[in-house]
């Protein structure tokens, strides 16, 4: 059973930055999809960047340029890095995983996924 574990979210002034981090655990060898999701009040949970397991990389439009997914195998801990934040860009963010993406547009949709993290609030200030 794969457990996914997320820390670094927080609050920050438009155009500012976070790192937010995702441990993995309960892997049985296989290499998975991972990616982060985000969910706004009285909004659907929306896909912002993947990582597929041959190490391409997907970002949907609102973030692109702007967010970087990696990953450190040595720590099994995937990183989104979130630069020049933007008031609507406050959310729970989530970190996923599943045994493939599919094509980019099931690779963004939370349906596709099967192990979630808890999710942490980050919020940006006007």
């Known amino acids: 059973q794969v457990q996914l574990v997320e820390s670094g979210g927080g609050s920050v002034q438009a155009g500012g930055a976070l790192r937010r981090s995702c441990a993995a655990s309960?892997?049985?060898?296989?290499?998975?999809?991972m990616g982060w999701f985000r969910q706004a009040p009285g909004k659907e949970r929306e896909g912002g960047a993947v990582?597929?397991?041959?190490?391409?990389?997907i970002y949907a439009d609102s973030v692109k340029g702007r967010f970087t997914i990696s990953q450190d195998n040595a720590k099994n801990t995937l990183y989104l890095q979130l630069n020049r934040l933007k008031p609507e860009d406050t959310a729970m963010y989530y970190c996923?995983?599943?045994?493939?993406?599919?094509?980019?547009?099931?690779?963004?949709?939370?349906?596709?996924?099967?192990?979630w993290g808890q999710g942490t609030q980050v919020t940006v200030s006007s």
């Open positions: 990582l597929d397991s041959d190490t391409s990389t």
């Open positions: 309960g892997y049985t060898g296989i290499t998975y999809c």
């Open positions: 996923a995983a599943n045994v493939y993406c599919g094509d980019w547009w099931r690779a963004l949709s939370p349906q596709t996924y099967t192990y």
